[in-house]
């Protein structure tokens, strides 16, 4: 079943041990910030993956499916979420809000309380509050950036106890990320399907992460090739050259070919080694073994 159709929704309160494989677990019990409706599409949800051989207290990954803030791409979602489990990294496959019906701060919205939450179950779930990342391709690498850019602090005095976790994400992995919403760079699928068509520039530049890098954004890790012409390789050299303009670790990895669009590589011999070297780049930060 498509990820936008799942109806089959658990309440987080109510899960007070590890949710099972493929558990659909939904943000808010309530409706969520700037729902207009209750159907499938207006609930933002995330499916976990933390298989039973998993260690306590292993680190967690959210991960952002792309499809240009319009669809969900299956070939994101399910497979990456199993090869983190590969890691020993528990996995949620997030679910969030799309155009047409929903434009920014929704999307954002989601993928913080999708964070937050796995702080706030950490202890019931047997996770590690201080080891979650985000994970995202092309519009979902926008979201997870914009994510690991625009993060809230934690706050004790909030009333919903989930939102009394930080947002902030200790790593970003970024897979050909849509970064810049101006110039020449800019995809403007993405931009449109989040901002609306008549988006001020002052509003699309505060959604160009590589403008919002900061001393607390997390480090980064990219993959793009060289021949995107959807989504130009540039979008990650921007990021990469202001995060390191601000000493926050990164490392980009390219491809001479590939285009937009192959998740985890396929069957290509070069682009299926990117996982092997994000691995490689999550053990030097301890997110695995």
Avoid at 35 to 61: E, K, Q, R, Y
Avoid at 101 to 111: F, T, V
Avoid at 131 to 138: A, K, M, P, Q, T
Wanted: proline share 8%; aromatic share 8%; net charge neutral.
């Amino acid at each position: 079943m498509p990820l936008t159709q799942r109806t089959d929704y658990q309440s987080v309160l109510a899960l007070k041990s590890r949710p099972a494989m493929g558990t659909f677990i939904r943000l808010w019990d309530q409706d969520a910030p700037h729902a207009i409706g209750n159907g499938p599409t207006d609930i933002p949800a995330m499916i976990a993956f933390i298989p039973p051989h998993l260690a306590a207290n292993c680190a967690t990954v959210v991960v952002c499916p792309g499809g240009g803030y319009w669809g969900l791409a299956e070939h994101e979602a399910n497979p990456v979420a199993q090869w983190l489990n590969s890691l020993g990294i528990a996995a949620f496959v997030l679910r969030y809000r799309l155009a047409p019906n929903y434009r920014h701060p929704a999307m954002l919205k989601d993928a913080a309380r999708a964070i937050r939450t796995v702080r706030a179950m950490a202890g019931s779930w047997q996770l590690d509050a201080g080891r979650v990342g985000i994970l995202g391709f092309s519009a979902g690498g926008h979201l997870a950036s914009t994510a690991a850019m625009q993060f809230e602090p934690a706050d004790a005095g909030r009333n919903d106890p989930v939102d009394r976790f930080s947002s902030r994400p200790d790593v970003a992995i970024l897979v050909y990320p849509v970064i810049t919403f101006t110039g020449p760079m800019c995809h403007e699928g993405s931009c449109v399907n989040l901002l609306g068509p008549d988006a001020p520039i002052e509003l699309r530049k505060a959604l160009s992460s590589h403008l919002q890098v900061t001393a607390h954004t997390p480090p980064c890790f990219f993959v793009h090739s060289t021949d995107d012409k959807a989504v130009p390789v540039e979008n990650s050299v921007m990021m990469a050259e202001a995060l390191t303009r601000h000493q926050i670790p990164n490392e980009v990895v390219t491809y001479d070919h590939g285009g937009h669009g192959y998740g985890m590589g396929g069957n290509d011999s070069e682009l299926s080694q990117w996982p092997a070297a994000c691995a490689k780049w999550l053990r030097a930060r301890k997110f695995c073994s």
